[in-house]
């Protein structure tokens, strides 16, 4: 089922004034995919996942599933399965009896199963039964049904309220940072668990995340948020490599983005009197932004550097240096390339494309 926010407002009140927490949010999210909200805490991202759901009422605009518009549906009427990141799963029930739960307790649901089982003259017990086992297949975890979720692991109860979510057979499927209390072993796990699962499905999956490399990883689009407003919205590599402004580009990259102060004359991007790459940007003062990874050492470099220190994070080797200007620079080194000596002038030169010109509101004008 397609999502589609359509000048989508939502504001709060707040010691009596309006606190506009997502503002004109207009977006489509396709079909069968898994799609990201992505952003600093505050930008109003689980806001909009709320609003799709049904939790918080639209302030303006509307939300349409496919071509119907549920802007004022009641969340029970509008197919939805959703996971917190609190996953709160009864602790004093089974695992069948947690994923269960939701079919013989809700009142709607309930009547429509026991419709189905009564038109395909089966019992609803058995019906229930047939539907448990069908998400625990799915979710993987058959064998752990008769256990009660303390003795499982923080993963396993997170598959278990995903199969809580699945079993009302949701059109769409929402997931409220649903990673956010596993460490860091199992969130990779189970990221890789909720994209299995939602590929397996074919459910349009909305996920809702702060942690920039499980949305990067995992979803077939993201949308970033701050303060409210869209800033871009695409395939997570199309984002990463092209952000639309500095917001995008400093909020993305598990090594924070170079910005050093340039201009560009006569059709040449410059730092300081260092040529770099040419651009159709007019003359004039820039902010320019060069991923650290896609800075190479070459003795045929063009950007002069003097290391003065270096950092390794999980593996990887950055070094921080000093531009003939003063400015700083961060690289990632090659492992292949011999030690950086600092204190010693060394070359670096860009990757084709990867030069990214700023305008003084922070708007991507040219990449080069």
Known sequence: MQVAFIHATKEFSSRGKAVTAV????????SGTLFGFLGPSGCGKSTSLFMISGIHDLTSGHILFDDKDV???????????????????????????????????????????????????????????????????????????HRKPSELSGGQQQRVAIA???????????????????????????????????????????????????????????????NGILQQVGPPQEVYDHPCNIFVAKFLGSFPINILNGRVKDGKVYLGRMEICETTAPDGEYRIGIRPENLLQSENGNIRLTPVAGLRHGGIETVEGLTVDGQVVR?????????????????????????ILFNEIGETIDQC
């Open 23 to 30: 503002n004109g949010l207009t977006l489509s999210i396709k």
């Open 71 to 145: 802007s004022n549906l009641a969340p029970e009427k509008r197919g939805v399965g959703m996971v917190f990141q609190n996953y709160a799963l009864y602790p004093h029930l089974s695992v069948w009896e947690n994923i269960e739960f939701p079919l013989v307790n809700s009142t709607l649901l309930s009547k429509q199963l026991r419709q189905q089982a009564k038109e395909s003259h089966i019992k609803f017990k058995d019906l229930v039964e047939s539907k448990v086992k069908e998400v625990a297949r799915i979710v993987e975890i058959t064998e752990y049904l």
């Open 164 to 226: 809580r979510a699945l079993v009302k057979q949701p059109s769409i499927l929402l997931l409220d940072e649903p990673l956010s209390n596993l460490d860091a072993r199992l969130r990779v796990q189970t990221r890789n668990e909720i994209r299995r699962i939602q590929k397996k499905t074919g459910i349009t999956t909305v996920f809702v995340t702060h942690d920039q490399e499980e949305a990067l990883n995992i979803c077939d689009e993201i949308a970033i948020l701050d």
């Open 331 to 355: 690289f990632v080194k090659n492992p292949a390339m011999d030690d950086v000596g600092f204190g010693t002038s060394i070359l670096l030169r860009s990757k084709k494309s990867c030069v």
